[in-house]
């Protein structure tokens, strides 16, 4: 089955650590992206990557660093640089040139 | 600043019912319009969308209209089923500097609830 998987689905994470969280999508999508939602909030665009070995900044990057070594993989650390980093993260990947893009399962993610 | 936003944040229907979700943008240039439903603990899921030279367009069971004087967006779902309860974001597509790439920004969301 083609599709986009995240892992794990539940991360805890202390205080001045950082965590890398996994997406992988074997759709053969050039462009991927990690969004986070907080409670009762759309989602924000944190960094997005079009091609493998470029991404850009989205709209609330400070505290988080990417890399796209693969097409397809679009790891993502949440770094002890994020004040706030309880939340649940979702990356999704879309064609090139299409505004569909496809969601993963999300990973929630809780600073003890 | 640009945004997309939303009239109601919850709707409560009976089954079977029509529903009726709004969304209110702003940027006059968005050029494409999508409709996602997010089950609770899930990624959202694709719904329909529709390009900025259309009016409407209509799925199964599901109809999005556009309304470019007003800036207005509305999402239709017919015979409305508990399995549809789910909270539905719009958003709109914009551009980066003239290349492909789909930046969506999404508006905040409604919750809708389909009573048996």
């Known amino acids: 089955d083609g599709g986009i998987t995240q892992s794990p689905k539940y991360l805890f994470r202390k205080e001045g650590q950082n965590v890398t969280l996994s997406c992988e999508q074997n759709?053969?999508?050039?462009?991927m992206y990690w969004y986070r939602q907080d409670p009762g909030q759309g989602l924000r665009l944190i960094y997005y990557s079009q091609i493998v070995n470029d991404f850009q900044k989205g709209d609330i990057a400070e505290g988080y660093s990417v890399s796209r070594e693969k097409k397809e993989s679009f790891p993502l650390t949440v770094t002890s640089a994020q004040k706030n980093p309880t939340a649940f993260y979702l990356c999704?990947?879309?064609?090139?040139?299409?505004?569909?893009?496809?969601f993963g399962p999300g990973t929630r993610l809780t600073v003890l | 600043g640009e945004s997309v936003g939303l009239h109601l944040p919850t709707l409560s229907v009976q089954e079977g019912d029509n529903s009726i979700i709004n969304c209110a943008y702003s940027?006059?240039?968005?050029?494409?319009f999508i409709w996602y439903k997010q089950e609770s603990g899930k990624g959202p899921q694709f719904i329909i969308d529709?390009?900025?030279?259309?009016d409407k367009r209509q799925g199964q069971r599901v109809t999005v209209l556009l309304n470019k004087t007003v800036k207005h967006l509305s999402l239709q779902i017919a015979a409305t089923q508990p399995g549809d309860s789910a909270v539905y974001f719009c958003?709109?597509?914009?551009?980066?500097?003239?290349?492909?790439?789909?930046?969506?920004?999404f508006g905040q969301g409604t919750i809708l609830t389909v009573h048996p």
């Open positions: 529709i390009r900025s030279n259309m």
């Open positions: 759709l053969n999508h050039d462009a």
């Open positions: 940027n006059s240039a968005s050029d494409y």
């Open positions: 999704a990947s879309s064609k090139r040139a299409s505004a569909e893009q496809f």
């Open positions: 958003a709109e597509k914009t551009d980066a500097g003239g290349t492909s790439y789909g930046k969506l920004t």
